[in-house]
């Protein structure tokens, strides 16, 4: 798409344009997913948001006195859910601000993917390795552990309290989020690229604004979508 917006709110539009370049990195990522939320939240500041996640990251830091990846796991795990307390918005799940970075990072409320995200942007920080998985009907993430010589993943969902995951529970969960028996398949457990995170958060947001009936919101998504596209 090129020129003006007609729908969304061109400061917003041009921050997402603008940081999709670097949308290949989980911070880049971050600040793509960070500048949706400027549409509706014209005051908010993808810096900012950037901010509290490294002062997130450091308080982990601070913590960890062993830099093994499940020392720097457990203190990630305590410092986001059991400080922080951040927990999937079970209440009022459908609510747009769910989906935006700056009121999840205020609220520690929010759905799957923009949970996800926040959990991945921070584990990067700290120096773990971790990617979404796209899966259907709940987004998760796979952080890779090394012990010793070799290496292992497990899944863990943010929206219940970064509760760790195998790939049989995994699948269970899926299963029960999606109404029907999932198996353990390339498509079912997929990692998620910088597109993928994306375009599932506008999507996301489609569906919310469809619902309430906000047409010029869902317009607006669809806008940014066509730009991603």
Request: proline share 4%; glycine share 6%.
């Amino acid at each position: 798409m090129t020129g003006s917006p007609a729908y969304c709110r061109p400061a917003a539009y041009r921050a997402f344009v603008r940081e999709l370049d670097a949308a290949q990195s989980p911070l880049g990522l971050f600040r793509a997913a960070s500048a949706i939320a400027l549409h509706a939240r014209p005051d908010a500041s993808i810096d900012a948001d950037c901010a509290v996640v490294q002062k997130l990251a450091d308080a982990v830091c601070s913590r960890v006195r062993s830099r093994s990846d499940q020392a720097l796991l457990a203190h990630l795990h305590d410092v986001l859910f059991e400080v922080a307390g951040f927990r999937g918005n079970t209440t009022d799940f459908y609510n747009p601000a769910n989906s935006y970075l700056t009121d999840v990072l205020r609220s520690r409320r929010g759905i799957p993917i923009s949970l996800t995200l926040v959990y991945r942007t921070i584990a990067s920080l700290v120096g773990l390795r971790v990617e979404g998985v796209n899966a259907p009907g709940h987004f998760l993430a796979a952080v890779t552990v090394h012990e010793g010589v070799g290496e292992h993943s497990l899944f863990v969902d943010a929206f219940h309290g970064g509760a760790l995951l195998n790939e049989h529970e995994t699948i269970e969960l899926i299963s029960g989020a999606t109404g029907r028996q999932e198996r353990a398949t390339p498509a079912t457990l997929a990692i998620a690229s910088p597109t993928d995170w994306l375009l599932r958060s506008l999507r996301n947001l489609q569906g919310v604004f469809a619902h309430r009936g906000q047409l010029r919101d869902q317009l607006a998504m669809q806008e940014l979508q066509a730009a991603l596209e």
